[in-house]
Every structure is written in C-alpha cells, then in structure tokens.
C-alpha cells in the first residue's frame, strides 16, 4: 500500500465529453504529483502542488486541463472537452513526508476516450 | 532537458537467473528512483538512491553519480518480478519533477 488513492480506477468517455479523476493521499503531504503515461511510454510529469498552491505545470497541461488542491489535502484533474489523445493513465503521487524526496504513486486511472 | 536512457530494452529470464538494469543519465540529478511497474500498473518504489550503494532482499542497486549511471541488480530472478522497472530523476532541490526513462520490460519464465 503506497497510501495513494484514486478514484476511479478506469474511465470510458465520448470525445468531446468532460472528465474528472480524484487523487486522495492517506494522509496530508506538502507534495503531490500528477503523472501521465501513454502506453508504452514512461510517465510524464503534468503538474505539481506544494500544500494548495500548484507550483509548476507541463506543457503537455493544455488549457482544457486543470487541476486542484483546494485544502492541501485530496486533489482533482479535470479535462474538458476530452480528445481521442487524452486516453492514457493519469497517476497522482506524493512524497513520502517532508524530509525526504521519494515519491510514492497510486494505482492510476485508465482514461479511455472513444 | 535531462535524458534518461534505460538497457536493455527487453530481457527474458529463467526463473533464478541474475541481471542488471542499467540507467543512464545525461546530467547531475539530486533524486534517483527505480520503481517496478506490475501488469497492473501499479509503480512500486523500489529505490531511492540518488548516488551510493542499497539493497532490498534479492534487489539492490548503485548510481555512480559522477559518472551518472544507475544499476539495478535482480538476484535469483521470480516470476513476480515480470513488468516493467523505470529509472526517474530530477536535478533540482525543490519540485522532484522525476523525469523517466523508457523502461526496461522484464519477463521471467518458470
């Protein structure tokens, strides 16, 4: 158990339809990450969260993508208008507590977009 | 930016055989992680080890930050260690953007 929750585990959509994924660390973390992954493919970063605030974002995070931490805690990614090449796996990941810099990844959702 | 380059590529093994993974990056890193990704998809952290020696059981693994490599050492290989192992780095002090390689696919026959 890496303490990482996401919800939900897959996700089947129309083009064109909006989505959104939750990523609830067990318990608060500074950090945490959302990751990309096409098949085959290692992980892309997309965004990052230090307590609220989302520090950093990709250029891969187009403007019909957007995330949130609103209390620190659990955190949302939401695409709007999804395309055939959103289909991937969205992973969420934290740091393991404030001293050290490993990060620990949930099980993912498999967004599919038809 | 920073590349990760991961061999072999793809790596069939009989059940108890030993390998080594290799990760090679192109600049300086302050975070060096191997993960092993199930048939699942589930990312396991293995290790966090950006520069030294560790060991987990039959796994334990090295990065030469100097000369910026990475070794991941399998022992006695098991069928549940099929999937794929990744490399991922970040140069910097502060975000730990892991950037990763592209994997090493791992299948172990008994």
């Known amino acids: 158990d890496t303490g990482v929750s996401q919800d939900p585990r897959h996700k089947i959509t129309k083009r064109g339809q909006n989505v959104t994924f939750r990523c609830d660390p067990i318990?608060?973390?500074?950090?945490l990450y959302w990751y990309r992954q096409t098949l085959g493919q290692g992980p892309e970063f997309l965004t990052y969260f230090q307590n609220e605030a989302q520090l950093e974002k990709s250029r891969l995070l187009s403007d019909r993508f957007s995330a949130e931490r609103p209390k620190g805690s659990f955190s949302t990614l939401e695409i709007q208008r999804t395309e055939q090449g959103d289909s991937a796996m969205y992973l969420c990941?934290?740091?393991?507590?404030?001293?050290?810099?490993?990060?620990?990844f949930g099980p993912g959702t498999r967004l599919t977009v038809l | 930016g920073i590349q990760v380059e991961q061999s072999p590529p793809d790596l069939i093994l009989q059940e108890g055989a030993n390998s080594t993974l290799r990760c090679n990056f192109s600049d300086s890193v302050n975070n060096l992680q191997w993960f092993h990704q199930n048939p699942w998809g589930q990312l396991i952290n293995l290790f966090y080890?950006?520069?030294g020696t560790k060991q987990n059981g039959r796994l334990s693994a090295t990065t030469v930050a100097t000369e910026r490599y990475s070794l991941l050492y399998i022992s006695s290989s098991q069928t549940t260690d099929s999937g794929v192992y990744f490399c991922a780095v970040d140069r910097s002090y502060n975000t730990d953007k892991l950037i990763f390689g592209t994997g090493t696919r791992l299948q172990v026959f008994p």
């Open positions: 080890i950006p520069s």
């Open positions: 318990s608060e973390h500074n950090r």
């Open positions: 990941a934290k740091t393991g507590d404030l001293y050290t810099d490993t990060q620990y």
